[in-house]
């Protein structure tokens, strides 16, 4: 029997419908509504038919929400949107896990610089925990508005910090090359991410621009102490799901292929949803469940540490993640309704 | 806890490995047993790398199969090869479930004529059960030996069999034009399943001469009692799991849309995982799950009925069908473990 | 030295595009202009980068048009538009190849029945020529308003025309099953075509009421004689380029599967553009050139001729097409500009 | 009329299929012969399908070969084997062209480590001119043996040299991060190139270990000058062609954004097959067609510069760049035959 309470705010994108699949399956969590303005009144499965017979939850509009008594609402909702939520009902009544960007950067002067809008509720930055449990799980477990991290920053903050927090590399020069699948895009059709335009193509994009690129130097500078600079090209994948992310760094001190694997291990050794692997990661080894798998190696000849990293960019970069960081939330076995074996081949 | 336990025979495969997805999640079921003869000795995980920290199975070899005491046995094994083994074990010990097509077909003549082969047990050929629950649920439940269905009948069976059982449609001349993914092909690389041979391409093959054709005719027979000729034309997608499936067929009496959208709702309605749809379905709203999405039509112009029909072939195409006869062989509810929702996008 | 001028309207989509790719490499022809309303002033290849260094062309607007000279103009329009340019500058001062849907119904009520739209040029109906040159290459010698094929009805004209012509099939009940990659749906993103929904993903659309319908049924008949009833179902493939063809139909006198290829043989002999295959043909064995590969065999067990054909949906049924009847039209050899082997794989 | 005669030994491969599909197309060339010792006696459509009806070219075993006299012989073998050719023929009756590693790295024993295989023709090895028109026109065009480049190679070199030739980077700690299509990997099917297993999927492979990484620093410093040392990551994109290669290196003076991009306007301005770009190149720019677009940016902030590079590897990554080394070893135009406008989309 179901014994927590949840909502989630923005339904009809990719990270609503992720959420939702995962949220139906689990097994103390009951779904108090589901909210949509643009299309409100409709049943679930009229806007996401892999769900027919599945659910028949109805949309409702935001303003509803006060009418129930929810644990924990999910705010599936775009950059900028998600705010307004928290401005109007504040963190008093329940627990926020934000999936926007709104409330994962630390100060309101960084945010309005690369997210080029106003912060109107920037009053409570200081109350959000960004929800990356490997690092912050203690805080996650009393927080009032978690800052779910961004794709991105989730499959290259896992295997940087280990090195930095440990002293194994500099903390300038770092480069980190991504590769993601489309659905990190969204769910709504733009000129970028029509089909024949993408399918058996591959591009570089927003080449020292993309924000999340101060989310990754903010983030690990505030869990390491180490003041870190990152170089951040992310790439376009012609495919659905999917993150893989390639670093390069220098070490600081003597490092061998084995002292690196053993940080890895044994940092990871008691993480349900980090994977050490011994050789380079495959995407479809993670496609549909919540798993980061790791691989890190040195390179003797060029004196460089690589990492290679996988993610399914809608779970442990999106809604796995948040359901990841409700189960902390609440006291619950962290990998309850999240054991989802990859959907592989 | 585990209250039955299951052996998997052949388990290097993508049937074997979706099992192995399936039972590792299922709540009443203990895997005993998982071989190969090929990797005996290993552990699971260094075949299907997407399972490590899941499962620390070893396979062995079929050898040892004896030392067990299984409920029920799966076969993931070749054409050809699943006789062997009911050969050796009989049906007296535990119930078989046999994936490949060694017991789909009536008569040893048929299988040798089409699978060119001899059988050599066909003896246990009248055992047999075709496991498909939404026709032979009452026969699965005492079943010995369950000849678990192949991907395209599968497809073609579950929107034919209404409209011949209720005198729908006449029972020549009907076409089964099929698309199926790559992963229908095995998982071991061919000359034909070389990646960049199929990536953006489309062929059809086959025509006239595949051998699921004689048994998605012979198996409407056997539960129509009509005589039944079909026209099937399988081709390659060029995607990894999914199989669509468009027939054609013409009117024996007097239809129109409605009455046929009516015989399906009224012949599929308490099936857990037959959804009628109302428009024309999309693989993807399937994907990873056991749902077989059937949509149905009458085009008055041309005086035909059109349904197009869609699965997941490792799922309900193989191993989720599976696991379905599975639940009814020992009473259980039918979509115990086979809750997945599908992974889309 | 370049013998005719060729002006193309519309040139932003993929068959304005896919002209430029044929045109620019044309020994014969020299582009006098290239308009976009949207675009007017721009370099061609700011809106197609991969023209870079090949053109510096300048968009300009069809109010320019007059100034000009051209031999040949090419309609790269949508369908409804293209009817005003024909109405504005009538027939008088070059030919026009429309590669809209605006001339190639036969009459006025049938457009705009299907079209569900005025047509405001219909009296140059009656001059249009159906630009199908293994039909109709004696006319489109001639022709001032070449009405330039759909890409499926020209996959699916092609193998029924010799069947229904030499009387070997009956001419209802006609079933044509066909797959189409996505930059048939054009260059526009719309919510149908966005990456992550069509990824992996397959299904069926416009059953019983896809508008090349009628436009099959109208050409065939016109040109054998005999009244034709296809049932026509488009089905979208997750790949950019490409038309696959399967028909299904019922011999009206004796056949084999002999003198079934030997028709085809026969027929297609003399043509350039149309290879007959002796196995079901492959997509990318026509991608990126103007052939269409056809197949066609008798299956005796279910007394069913099926054919398949191939075609690229930008090539042979679109812009190749065009450029194959304005060689027909300038006297030129058929295959002049046109001799692109298919890039495969 | 066709003025040079040349030979392609080992056609049944992707760079075979394309060098067939250059040289058919070419205006100064007759193939002589084609050899296959596994298909020897078979027509070349049987082969390659999609060339049927453009050639009917009968492969023939190379044992044949001294009774043509050809200008120039591709050799479209794979590595270890082209060398027995060479050592059989020598370079006096005509130009090798050989499209394998051989002949590319510049010493027996740096061949033997990293193609762990005996070298059997290293008397030949400083006849070897390094095939990348871009460095070595004048070499090549008096050359008599040339060693086409690798795909990857070819990628990194064009956007690294000027970067070190004209002394703006550090030559050691430079990273290239490439990723590449599937028929890199051969026309062969081998378990590592099954199509459901990359359908979907991406992954790195060989880190630090890839044999291109010799010859890529080896090639940079035998131009430049300069000792550089590579780290090099290959990748596996699930299409078809394509090689798109971000590199990352550090200045060694003041750059800016605009003195980068100046320097590679200057570089690769008479270049025909090198076009900058202002914008991240998409790999489908490129597609089918010899160019090679180039971006290269400086990012301040990290003080780091990047290059991104596309080629197709099948044409400016093997038969292209071949048929561009033999139109400077003729004395023709670079471009002949070799105008194939990219195929987008």
Known sequence: MPKFKAGIVGATGYTG???????????????????????AGERISSIHPHLLDISDIKLESVRNVSEYSPDVVFLALPHGVSMNFVKEHGLDRFTIIDLSGD???????????WYNKKHIASEYMDDAVYGLPELYRDKIRNAKLIANPGCYPTSAIIPLTPLIKYG????????????????????????GTHFPDLFGNFSAYGIGSHRHMPEIESVIQGYTGFTTEVLFTPHLLPIDRGILT??????????????????????????????????P??????RGSNY????????????????????????KGAAGQA???????????????????????
Chains 1, 2, 3, 4 share one sequence.
């Open 292 to 315: 980061c798998d790791v691989y890190a190696t040195y390179d003797e000849r060029t004196n460089k540490i690589i990492t290679v990293s996988t993610i399914d960019n809608l779970m």
């Open 103 to 113: 409330f994962r950067l630390g100060s309101r002067s960084i945010y309005e610089e």
């Open 17 to 39: 419908s992720e959420l939702l699949r995962l949220l139906l399956q689990h097994p103390d969590i009951s779904i108090e509504f589901v909210t949509s303005e643009s299309k």
């Open 246 to 279: 390639t670093t390069y760094s220098t070490p600081k001190k003597e490092v061998s292929k084995e002292t690196v694997e053993e940080l890895f291990h044994s940092v990871f050794e008691k993480e349900h949803f980090v994977r050490v692997v011994d050789k």
């Open 323 to 345: 359901v990841q960081n409700m189960n902390i939330l609440f006291g619950l076995i962290e990998s309850t309704g999240l054991k989802h074996i990859p959907l592989n081949p």
């Open 168 to 191: 194994f590399i500099n903390t300038s020069g770092i480069v980190i090359d991504s590769k993601s699948g489309v659905t990190g895009a969204g769910a709504k059709a733009k000129p």
């Open 281 to 286: 990661p495959m995407l479809k080894h993670v």
